[in-house]
């Protein structure tokens, strides 16, 4: 654990000084979030503007999943996301020899060796998008709460990594899986709104097949007051499911690779 600890702060530092070489970078992103929030938040006006309620969730309690929604894709394009199109890219080119070939289990590895710093900006935004909504709604949040609330935030970032590597693994038996990230964006992007207003069919694949809801509506319902304990134990327990199985899936690949030399 602490020589992980260690390897991912060095991976930070040269991620940061790597960014910092293309600080212009910084004014794009700035740019491409502003835009991608506005007219979300537009979008949000007008929908508002027709009723007061959405499947009983009001304005700036939506508002406040879309906040956590932004956090968590975030963290996606900070992290996750460059981690995994590296590890498909390593596996493509036979590249990959060299993570197996490190004192360090190849997991941790290449899920903690690439970071895109700026995407860090999403991040700061959902989280004012967030606390503005909180503002809004006048919620008076325990400390109980915000420790609830952080805990299915961390779970709900878990269950992403855990969806989006399930899905690179594919990659050890088929090459090329792009296609399938591109369905998994369109269909994630459900997330941003509440799962209680989509039919019963896509209810389904959106807590059991792509658990947005857990990963998304759980960590807002607890932040603004709607605390279900019940959902809450059901999120840790399809978590640690889909951890266990994406362990279990790791370790077969491992086995199925076999080398840019054999």
Request: include cysteine.
């Amino acid at each position: 654990m602490r020589r992980s600890i260690v390897l991912a702060w060095q991976y930070l530092r040269l991620a940061v000084m790597n960014e910092l070489q293309y600080r212009i970078n910084f004014v794009i992103q700035i740019f491409l979030t502003a835009i991608s929030l506005v007219t979300a938040l537009v979008v949000l006006s007008l929908v508002y503007a027709q009723t007061d309620s959405l499947g009983g969730w009001s304005r700036y309690e939506l508002q406040a999943l879309l906040g956590i929604y932004t956090i968590l894709s975030g963290v996606v394009r900070t992290s996750i996301q460059p981690n995994i199109e590296r590890l498909m890219t390593d596996i493509q080119k036979g590249t990959f020899d060299y993570v197996l070939v490190k004192p360090i289990d190849a997991q941790v590895q290449i899920s903690i060796r690439e970071l895109r710093v700026w995407h860090c900006i999403d991040i700061v935004a959902g989280a004012a998008i967030l606390l503005d909504a909180l503002f809004r709604l006048e919620v008076s949040v325990t400390f109980g709460e915000v420790l609830l609330f952080g805990l299915t935030l961390t779970l709900g970032i878990v269950l992403i990594y855990t969806l989006w590597l399930l899905m690179a693994c594919i990659a050890f038996w088929v090459i090329r899986v792009d296609n399938i990230f591109e369905l998994f964006d369109n269909i994630a992007s459900a997330g941003r709104l509440p799962v209680d207003i989509y039919p019963r069919w896509m209810r389904i694949i959106l807590t059991y097949i792509v658990p947005m809801a857990f990963a998304v509506t759980v960590p807002a319902e607890v932040i603004i007051g709607r605390i279900n304990l019940t959902n809450v134990g059901i999120q840790a327990a399809v978590t640690l499911g889909f951890f266990l199985v994406t362990r279990i899936v790791w370790n077969k690949a491992m086995v199925r690779y076999s080398g840019a030399s054999a």
